[in-house]
């Protein structure tokens, strides 16, 4: 869940991000999902069960609706360790096998795509712009997915490199 109007708040920050998060827990609560909640930089993190994955969209569809959530996506997670090999370098098979999974997952037959990299943890030995081509490219061998367009692609794949890990996801 991405909220960045909170970030701009100034010494009661603090308290925007506790209210919206009480507010998440609770409307989880109210329906049955005890699951676990997390922050990172203007996000909140809800972690899904594995034998729940099934109603992530049902509850994506009922948070959407808290106010101060500017949008949410049902991602796939890297942890930090997967994402870089024993010499610092990038674990390009863990994170390629991320992607790959998004793209066959929400197949479009003759569609476009593109891929948009967000890079907040600057530790990471590439830019944005050399994982997104390397990303790009690998859909195109892996996947059914061939025709690139940056503006205005059919379907967008999005990773968020944060200091927490990766996450892959197809829609906000």
């Known amino acids: 869940l991405h909220y960045p109007d909170i970030t701009l708040k100034g010494k009661n920050q603090k308290d925007f991000q506790n209210a919206l998060s009480n507010s998440i827990r609770r409307r989880l609560d109210n329906a049955g999902y005890h699951w676990n909640i997390g922050a990172s930089r203007g996000r909140a993190i809800i972690v899904v069960p594995n034998q729940q994955q099934s109603e992530a969209g049902q509850v994506a569809s009922m948070l959407q609706k808290i106010p101060g959530i500017y ?15 024993t010499d610092r370098a990038m674990n390009w098979k863990m994170i390629g096998d991320e992607i790959v999974a998004v793209a066959r997952q929400c197949y479009i037959n003759h569609a476009s795509f593109a891929v948009k990299v967000h890079r907040a943890d ?3 030995p590439v ?42 996801y197809s829609r906000k």
């Open 71 to 85: 949008s949410l996506a049902i991602a796939r997670w890297l942890h930090p360790a997967d994402c870089l090999d």
């Open 122 to 124: 600057k530790s990471l």
């Open 127 to 168: 830019t944005s712009t050399e994982m997104a081509g390397w990303l790009g490219d690998l859909i195109q061998r892996e996947t059914d997915w061939n025709t690139v367009r940056l503006n205005r692609p059919d379907q967008t794949f999005y990773v968020d490199a944060l200091l927490d890990g990766m996450y892959f």
